[in-house]
């Protein structure tokens, strides 16, 4: 059976735990190649062998994106295991929300280096592979989507810093899609709203409870909900570009 992927390889970052994790799957279940990229090997060698069970194929790569060198030392490790790279999801993300006053700048920097950093160096080092793989492959197009949020489309009290990553992310997306429009390489940006993942749990006591009190009683996103819109977006036909996509919780209203 073919199916929309069969014959590229996909990498996805972040891809040990929720919606990297959920994404990845995704993309396999299309017949991708997935690349599973992300710090804890132990969750990303568990993962591809659920993917290779189910007779997909995926390869671990454990790596800190946002440490440059580790970054583009990662893209090229894929590249030289599953031989191009045809899709990009810069999932990769922290959320360390609270108000400014009160915020450790630790924490800033930690979403600035991966929320932006990480990005950034992984896109950079992916661009001559997407380029390469949207002139010479069957499907003739590529596609570097980000994992953006509603919070860099609205501005709420306490994510001060974590929309300033996630609007700069979008600022950037759009203007790569610009720039790689003529050569076939798609840039998306898929916002998800409110998701039960495990990112709450990396708030620091007394943030954490307020976040749990803003959103109880919300039935919340899933990852897949959210790889859901992923998939949707790299499966169009060449001739179709799925610039932007908001996925909010139906109770959600920011």
Not at 32 to 54: F, K, N
Not at 214 to 234: N, T
Request: hydrophobic letters at 45%; charged letters at 25%.
């Amino acid at each position: 059976m073919t199916h929309s992927l069969t014959d590229t390889v996909a990498l996805v970052t972040g891809a040990s735990s929720g919606i990297g994790a959920a994404t990845a799957r995704a993309l396999a279940a299309e017949g991708a190649a997935v690349a599973l990229v992300a710090r804890r090997g132990e969750r990303l060698r568990a993962l591809a062998a659920e993917i290779r069970a189910d007779g997909g194929t995926a390869a671990v790569v454990t790596a800190d994106i946002a440490d440059r060198t580790q970054a583009h030392d990662a893209v090229g490790r894929v590249v030289d295991e599953l031989g191009r790279l045809d899709t990009v999801v810069n999932n990769a993300g922290l959320a360390l929300v609270g108000p400014v006053e009160a915020a450790p700048e630790d924490e800033w920097d930690r979403m600035l280096a991966v929320n932006v950093g990480g990005l950034l160096h992984v896109t950079r080092a992916a661009l001559p592979h997407l380029v390469t793989a949207a002139a010479d492959s069957p499907r003739r197009v590529a596609d570097l989507v980000t994992i953006s949020s509603t919070a860099g489309r609205v501005a709420r009290a306490g994510q001060a810093v974590y929309s300033l990553t996630k609007s700069g992310v979008n600022a950037f997306s759009e203007s790569l899609r610009q720039e790689l429009q003529p050569k076939r390489v798609r840039v998306g940006i898929v916002g998800p709203g409110t998701v039960d993942t495990e990112l709450s749990s990396h708030l620091r006591d007394g943030v954490r409870e307020a976040v749990a009190g803003q959103i109880g009683g919300m039935e919340l996103l899933r990852p897949e909900d959210v790889a859901d819109a992923v998939r949707y977006m790299v499966t169009r036909e060449r001739r179709v570009a799925v610039n932007e996509m908001l996925v909010r919780a139906g109770a959600q209203t920011w």
